[in-house]
């Protein structure tokens, strides 16, 4: 999971949601490695 720290405009994530009491709740935040093993 990702911490707020990396975070950042423009950095693309992966979010996992879990539906509770008819909300979208987020559970696991995951932050894609750009192309080339670094990240944006």
Do not use: H
């Not at 911490?3 to 979010?15: D, F, I, N, P, Q």
Request: net charge positive; proline share 2%.
């Amino acid at each position: 999971m990702a911490s707020l720290a990396e975070l950042k405009e423009g950095v693309m994530v992966k979010v996992r949601y879990e539906v509770k009491n008819n909300q979208n709740i987020a559970t696991a935040v995951q932050i894609m490695e750009a192309p080339g093993g670094g990240r944006k």
